[in-house]
């Protein structure tokens, strides 16, 4: 079984900044890509970024110059570090990854709890 734990949610004021992690453990050889979701009040998640286990990046176009992406494989932890914050990226924020299980030996999605993201003066 694989978790991911995410911390580092609150409150803060617009143009402030926070940083979020998530740590992954359990049994597994590897993970491969790393994703931060997020969702505020409409049904859909939204891809917030992407990180692969080299330099890849990607993110939405609603965080470019805003939001980076780092990972640190030793730690199997993702961060987020999100400058410059508006009202709208009030939401929960999810981790997700894609892992290769050891037993059985699979690649599998996983989702963490989520973390809550309030952006209001």
């Known amino acids: 079984q694989v978790q991911l734990v995410e911390s580092g949610g609150g409150l803060v004021q617009p143009g402030g900044s926070l940083r979020l992690s998530c740590e992954a453990s359990?049994?597994?050889?590897?993970?491969?890509?790393m994703n931060w979701y997020r969702q505020g009040s409409g049904p859909e998640r939204e891809l917030v970024g992407t990180?692969?286990?080299?330099?890849?990046?990607n993110y939405a176009d609603s965080v470019k110059g805003r939001f980076t992406i780092s990972r640190d494989n030793a730690k199997n932890t993702v961060y987020l570090q999100m400058n410059s914050l508006k009202p709208e990226d009030t939401a929960v924020y999810y981790c997700?990854?894609?892992?290769?299980?050891?037993?059985?030996?699979?690649?599998?999605?996983?989702w963490g709890q989520g973390t809550q993201v309030t952006v209001s003066s």
């Open positions: 997700n990854a894609d892992v290769l299980t050891t037993y059985p030996q699979r690649l599998a999605n996983y």
């Open positions: 359990g049994n597994f050889f590897r993970i491969n890509n």
């Open positions: 990180i692969g286990r080299g330099t890849y990046t």
